[in-house]
Each structure stands twice: as structure tokens, then as C-alpha cells.
């Protein structure tokens, strides 16, 4: 476990920004539940940087897919909290037990969401269709040999199947048909992911991605990307300025070094 | 969980046409208080299945809803009190979501609902 290491990388300026996240002491433990770790970090430190493009976003409906701890939902909830009081947070997980620490979590923490038991989004699929203003996604990315994707307990947390792709790449359509057309969805990948190769899939859906955050550990790189649908689709209508994300770069520009980065991985 | 989560679920069994909505049946209701916030329950009732949501709210034990509203009666603050505690103050906590096509019970327990579906139904 990383310990609390929230300072690291990231253009936060946490002199004006009082502790607005989940606290490691309330975050709730279950022997069958991954505990926050690195990557639940960056994730955090990624909503931090961007905490106010997503006040300014004033999103309805966020959504957490495999929720684990707790630790990401409860941290959105706190950072948008009474400046966004028109939010409501869903978060589901396939974990029964991570669900249900989650819910304790959230109780710890005295923040309001609601938590659902199920494969990705299964069951909410119809009706939350085209509703998700803001999704956070820490997907099993760990490659693995096949047979152990989305087995029971702990090991659904992070068996990721060949390239650490194959929960990913369920998610991502899910992703695509729950989110609005303001929607915006962060996702932690590893390099091993081939990052650039999801880019550019989610840029043939209309999207244009920006990496918010990009850390090295001892043992994998992570980069949290940020999605937004940037083109006109097949149900988004053309909005013209919208140039309002508050993002600086482009894929285009970071793709070189996403490409760079991606060249190791031996994906197909 | 709440009414408004409620209104998003549909049953995903493997072969169900029409799995929405969900028939509550309720074991276990708590109410718990959340300040009201306007422009969230306007842009809610925009995108709510109003039968659905009414039906669901009686079968809480709640009976105060109309059959039929519109956004027009938005306006009334008693209606909006109404719709507010109906939609997130009431939560099933223990009880079942019945699919409306097979009839498979889907639990809820300590105020969550399990969608998980058995290997047969996938």
C-alpha cells in the first residue's frame, strides 16, 4: 500500500484547497475489498486538479463503476460537495463486499450516494442511458491470463485478462451509452493498456481525451485520462464554443507520447 | 435505496423484452432527511417515468403522489415537498425487485439492491 502520498505530481494547489477528499483512517476495510492504493490516489489527485472545470460543470448524475472502498465516490462527493448540491452519486460494483464498504465509507464520511451491486453498469443500462455527467473509472487493468477476469472477491478488482484490456474494453461502450452529451469520464490506465489504442477507439465514438495525471511507481505507470465527446455524434448535436472544458492540449498533441509510451506493451 | 435509483433499474435478464419497471416489494422502509434542491428535482422530473415512480412510491407506503403530473406543477411547493421526500428521502432497505416479465426476485438488503444475475440469465 502507497500510504497517503497526495502531494505527489499533480499542479494542485493545496495551500488554498483545505482537505476536501475521503480520509484513509475513515475509508472502511474488508478482507475481500482492494484498499486504496496509487492508483485510487491518482484517480483522486486527477478529480482534484480538475475540481473546478467539474464545479463549473455542475454535473446532475456522477457515477463511480467498481467502487471497491469507497475511497473515489466518497472523495467526489466531498470535493463537489455543497458547492455542487444539485449532484447525485451512483456507484456500483460486481464485489458484494465492496459494495457494502463502500456504502460504509460513504456513512463515515456523513456523504449521501447511492450503491448498487451489479456487473458494470448491468441493470442501469436502459433507463440511466445518456444521463452520467461525470464517470470515474479504476478498472481491473492488471494483465492476467484470461480465466481470472471477474472471478469472485478481491481478484475482480484488478484481473485485467490479456493486456489488462478486457474489463476496459466492456466498459468503455457502457461508458459511451450512459454518459451525456456533456458527459465527461475518467479512467486510470497503465501503460501496458496501450492507452493511445483506447484514445483513439473512444476518438472513433466522438471523444477527445486529455491525460490529467501521469505517475511512475516502482512497479506500473499510470495515467489518469480524461474523455469528453468533442464531436458532433450520432446523438450530440454540434455546440458550437465549446471550447469551455478547460483543458489545455489535445490528444493529437499528446498522442506522440502516448505512442512512445504504448510501444512496450506488445499488444496487438 | 432511493425512489430515484428505483426509476433507473430495469430487470437484465437474458431475454426479457420490457424489464422496467421493477416491482418493489417492501420488507423494510426508512425515511431519511436531505435538504431539497430545485433545479436537481426540475431537471429529475424531466427524465423520471412518472407511472413507474408513483407506483413505486405507494408500494413504500407513500400515497400522496398524483397519478399523473406535469412540469407545470412544478410550481407548487406542496408538490415539490411531495416529490422531494418521495424521490430522495424514502429508501427501501430491505425488500425485493421483482422483474416484471419472469418474476425473478432481485434483493435489496441494507439498502442495496443486488443485480447480480446467475450464469444461466447472462
Same mark, same amino acid.
Given at each position: ?8 505530481g ?7 484547497m ?9 475509508v472502511?476495510? &474488508? ?9 485510487s490516489?491518482?484517480?483522486?489527485d486527477a ?30 462527493a ?16 460486481v464485489?458484494?463486499?465492496?459494495v ?38 479504476n478498472?481491473?487493468?492488471v ?5 481470472? *477476469? ?6 475482480a ?5 490479456i493486456d ?15 454518459l451525456?452529451?456533456?458527459?465527461w ?20 465514438w ?18 489518469i ?7 458532433p455524434?450520432?446523438?450530440?448535436l ?7 472544458l ?8 499528446q ?12 499488444s496487438? | 435505496m ?17 424489464g422496467?419497471?421493477?416491482r418493489i *416489494?417492501?420488507?423494510? *422502509?426508512i ?29 413504500l407506503?407513500? *400515497? ?5 403530473a ?7 411547493s ?6 422531494h ?5 424514502l429508501?427501501?432497505e ?9 418474476g ?9 439492491p443486488?443485480?447480480?444475475? &446467475?450464469?444461466?440469465?447472462?
Amino acid at each position: 500500500m502507497g500510504g497517503q502520498s497526495f502531494d505527489s505530481g499533480s499542479a494542485i494547489n493545496h495551500s488554498r484547497m483545505p482537505s476536501r477528499i475521503a480520509q484513509i483512517r475513515k475509508v472502511c476495510s &474488508h478482507p475481500e475489498v482492494y484498499d486504496p492504493c496509487d492508483d485510487s490516489f491518482a484517480l483522486v489527485d486527477a478529480l482534484l486538479a480538475d475540481r473546478s472545470n467539474l464545479l463549473e460543470h455542475e454535473p446532475k448524475i456522477c457515477m463511480e463503476i467498481g467502487c471497491g472502498s469507497g475511497y473515489v465516490i466518497t472523495s467526489l462527493a466531498l470535493m463537489l460537495g455543497k458547492e455542487s448540491p444539485g449532484s447525485f452519486y451512483i456507484a456500483t460494483d460486481v464485489n458484494p463486499d465492496a459494495v457494502a464498504t463502500t456504502q460504509k465509507t460513504l456513512q463515515a464520511h456523513e456523504v449521501d450516494a447511492e450503491v448498487v451491486t451489479c456487473d458494470i453498469a448491468s441493470g442501469l443500462e436502459h433507463r440511466l442511458a445518456g444521463m452520467v455527467d461525470v464517470m470515474v473509472v479504476n478498472p481491473p487493468y492488471v494483465p492476467t491470463p484470461e480465466d481470472e *477476469v471477474g472471478g469472485d472477491g478481491i481478484t475482480a478488482a484488478w484481473a485485467g485478462g490479456i493486456d489488462g484490456r478486457t474489463v476496459i474494453d466492456r466498459i468503455l461502450p457502457v461508458a459511451d451509452n450512459l454518459l451525456s452529451d456533456k458527459g465527461w469520464l475518467y479512467m486510470v490506465t497503465l501503460t501496458t493498456n496501450n492507452p493511445s489504442q483506447i484514445c483513439l477507439k473512444m476518438k472513433e465514438w466522438g471523444y477527445a481525451s486529455r491525460i490529467i495525471v501521469q505517475r511512475s511507481t516502482e512497479e506500473e505507470s499510470l495515467h489518469i485520462i480524461k474523455f469528453w465527446r468533442d464531436f458532433p455524434s450520432s446523438r450530440s448535436l454540434p455546440r458550437p464554443g465549446s471550447g469551455h472544458l478547460g483543458v489545455k492540449g489535445s490528444l493529437l498533441s499528446q498522442l506522440s507520447r502516448l505512442q512512445f509510451w504504448g510501444s512496450g506493451s506488445g499488444s496487438s | 435505496m432511493r425512489l430515484l435509483t428505483h426509476n433507473m433499474l430495469s430487470s437484465n435478464i437474458k431475454g426479457v423484452a420490457n424489464g422496467f419497471p421493477l416491482r418493489i *416489494v417492501a420488507e423494510k *422502509v426508512i425515511e431519511k432527511p436531505v435538504e431539497m434542491n430545485h433545479d436537481f428535482l426540475k431537471n429529475m422530473f424531466a427524465k423520471l417515468d412518472w407511472k413507474a415512480f408513483v407506483d413505486a412510491s405507494r408500494s413504500l407506503g407513500y *400515497v400522496e403522489l398524483p397519478d399523473e403530473a406535469d412540469a407545470s406543477m412544478l410550481e407548487s411547493s406542496e408538490f415539490l415537498n411531495k416529490f422531494h421526500h418521495a424521490l430522495l428521502e424514502l429508501h427501501l432497505e430491505e425488500g425485493a425487485l421483482v422483474c416484471p416479465e419472469t418474476g425473478r426476485k432481485f434483493p435489496v438488503n441494507k439498502g442495496i439492491p443486488n443485480m447480480l444475475l &446467475h450464469e444461466d440469465e447472462v
